[in-house]
């Protein structure tokens, strides 16, 4: 196979500070080393390369943006976005393992938790002691997380759980869930949740086509007691859990490209050594129309990133921009990854291609994190003024 | 355990080069260029036997351009004290011997246990400037080298020779240039980076005089010329075997 070679079509390397370029130099030889030799394997076999946990966390990939003193690196936004990148050129369900632990886990410790609780948690979180999962969607409410039907009610000087959650990732493998629930005034709140706490447990989904090597989890809590400090207490309503997707769905937005450019760089490669009609496929008209497509959206949805990367390193990357880049660019990578199976012909089926696995997971990013639909109406919201939810 | 360690930046060897338009280098646009592979191996042995120490010093010394100040603090990433470039224009362009000049003027006067090297530097592929900064320093150098242990001020090097190990000695101060298979080299961890920008990264202009070779020309290896089919099934094996022995003579 041909080393990889970046798209970087309008040198947005010049964008980049020298520490930027070298935390994506060291995840990436990380991806070529320790992922791609075996995720299609993975893949096939539905199950999830446990043994990279740690050496992402002695890396420094679980909550690279939380501060030094509880375990992270004290990353800025644009290098947190590049190790998603990089991580999801290998596979979109193994950079999806680091955002939960980091954008879904750690974050909302370190925004929402007590000091014990940072204490407790954030430094074996970092160091992939511990594996977190994030517990939001339940079987009747994806798009609408607000109608959740979990729900919380004190007892002493405890609380007492019970509901569902669905599609939750790290689920069956996390020693800790972050679980959110509405409480008897209809508040959502969030609990840390042990796994071995009596009345919880988290059967793994089976027989999906899409997140082959990402564990995908429901939740049960059948009167699951945690005590009050298990309780973020800086977490009060729906805003919370957002908040923590949005930290997600900036990485995502750089994930996207990754996974866009694995695609692109092997079908340039392919189609670039394939014979058909006694010469290139990449030398006809119509082939050149979709790769000069492909690199073009690629580098827009660079530029989206980037700058949303500035944005948020200023305090100004608001949910509805990250919708945007969100949106367009998981869009944009599936569309490629599409366009490249095709291209790949026969070959693009199978797993011996990295395309045709990055095409089912891209299914899953279209999907998760909201929908993209749901950031159509976000952005809709955004210039208009009128919500259109309902 | 003081230890220096001298590194180069080269272009990815993933790269697909591009000759520049003077004819004597290559056009570094689009070119990704990083720490030389074997250098990696001296580093992780510099900072393997100044742990194994218990303490000292790691120092990085590369002889190059600006960007090179990339790779040593790469190289301070990977947890390396403090960095030196020697900074010239000039030096993509030098040879072997004028680069063991400029990093020997410097290293010279500095004190050091132990001075490691890539066996090579995977652009020019000359092998020289480990031996030569040793030969200009007057310290013993072991090259190649798979194994190392150091003890009671002195080396014990396992060398690759044809088809087996040579066990070598040699005291201390020495020079050590790595071969693959040495160590397994880390990655920087993201910490590290965070904490590179800490540490001292000095550069000083060097001056280096004439080169004593000079790069008249590059050029790209001619196109492989088309195979030859000989025939088909058994049959074919006779004029396989005399154009083989008559026209390859590899046989
Ligand atoms: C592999 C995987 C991992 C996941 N990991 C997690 C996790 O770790 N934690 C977690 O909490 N969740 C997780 N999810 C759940 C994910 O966030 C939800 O699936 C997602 O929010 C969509 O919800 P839903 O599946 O219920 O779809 P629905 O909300 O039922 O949507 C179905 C369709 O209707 C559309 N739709 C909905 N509302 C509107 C509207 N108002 N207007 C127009 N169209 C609309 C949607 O866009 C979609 O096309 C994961 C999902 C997957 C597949």
Redesign the interface.
Known sequence: M?????L?YY?LDDLLT??E???R??VR??VDERVLPIVAAHWEAGTYPGELNLEMA????FG?AIP?QYGG???GAV?YGL?CQELERGDSGIRSSASVQGSLVMYPIHAYGSEEQKRAWLPRLASGEVIGCFGLTEPDFGSNPGGMRTRCRRSGAEWILDGRKMWITNGTSAGLALVWAKDEQDVVRGFLVEADRKGFSAPETRHKWSFRCSVTSELVLEGVRVPESGRLPEAQGLKAPLSCLTQARYGIAWGAIGAAQACFDEVRNYTLQRQVFDKPLAGFQLTQEKLADMATEITKAQLLAWRLGQLKERGQATPARVSMAKRNNVHMALQIARSARGLLGANGITLEYHTGRHLCNLETVLTYEGTHEIHTLTIGEAVTGIPAYR | MDVIVCVKRVPSTTTRVVIGGDRKSIDPTGVEFLLNPYDEFAVEEALKQRDAAGGGTVTAVSFGTAEAQKELRTVLAMGADAALLLQSAQAPLCDGATTARALADAIRGRKFDLLFFGKQAVDMDQHGVGPAVATLLGVPCISEVVHLEVKDGKVTAHREVEGAHEIVEAPLPCAVTAQKGLNEPRYATLKGIMAAKKKPLDVVDASVGEPLVEIVEMKMPPPRAAGKMVGEGPEAVPALVQLLKHEAKVL
């Open positions: 041909q080393p990889f070679q970046e970087d040198a020298e520490e370029r070298m935390v130099e060291q030889s990380f002695r890396l420094g990939m690279p030094e690196a004290g990353l290098a190790i």
